[in-house]
């Protein structure tokens, strides 16, 4: 129970691990797509972040998007530890969770299309677990970049409350937070479930739909 209560407490600032003043390494370009994870991205292009459990999983639902979707990149945010590993991160003692970068062009693919796939491919009542995943880094959470994507992502997690709530579902334990410092995953997490078709998703959403970007036709 120690064990468990560690995984899925945040540690304190003093309590974190001290990381390390470089980047870990990683890929230079998207596996797929072969465009570049780090940027600079193309003019009007935006970035939004998001925490849905694993992050294997999590990536493939946005670059499945299609059409829109510029890159897609998976990596560590909301902790203390700087340029923290795959290992620290799921030791608990970084603070970190596990989220997929999203490189988009707003104008073919809006934000609350984004935002309609976050909500419907992972459970957001589950606190510090994804199903069978459990940890302070499944966490669910949108980081975001502006004004305008937090008022659109705090009006959303109203309505999904709703809905959710109507089918039985407790409290959403999203986090909504300015997105703070994003650390690029290594390279072998990637665009993981491309290189390993067979590999393991743990993701699994409510069945319940979210309203918003109805009409917003994604590929």
Request: hydrophobic share 35%; proline share 7%; charged share 20%.
């Amino acid at each position: 129970m120690f064990f468990l209560r560690k995984k899925t407490a945040l540690p304190e600032a003093h309590e974190a691990l001290p990381g390390r003043d470089t980047p870990i390494p990683t890929a230079e370009r998207h596996f797929l797509s072969k465009r570049p994870l780090a940027g600079p991205y193309p003019e009007g292009m935006q970035v939004a972040i998001f925490g849905l459990g694993c992050f294997w999983g999590a990536e493939r639902k946005f670059w499945q998007m299609g059409e829109g979707i510029w890159t897609t990149a998976v990596g560590y945010i909301a902790g203390f530890t700087p340029n923290p590993t795959y290992e620290e991160v799921c030791s608990g003692r970084t603070g970190h969770n596990e989220v997929v970068l999203v490189a988009f062009d707003p104008a073919v693919l809006p934000y609350e299309a984004l935002l309609k796939t976050f909500w419907e491919s992972h459970d957001p009542t589950q606190g510090m677990r994804q199903g069978n995943d459990v940890g302070t880094q499944y966490r669910s959470g949108i980081y975001v970049t502006d004004a305008g994507q937090r008022a659109v992502a705090e009006r959303s997690r109203g309505d999904y409350q709703q809905a959710l709530a109507a089918r039985g579902y407790g409290p959403i334990t999203t986090e909504i937070l300015d997105a703070p410092t994003f650390y690029f995953a290594e390279d072998y997490h990637q665009q993981y479930l491309a290189k390993n078709p067979a590999g393991y998703c743990g993701l699994g959403g409510t069945g319940v739909s979210c309203s918003i970007g109805v009409g917003v036709a994604a590929a």
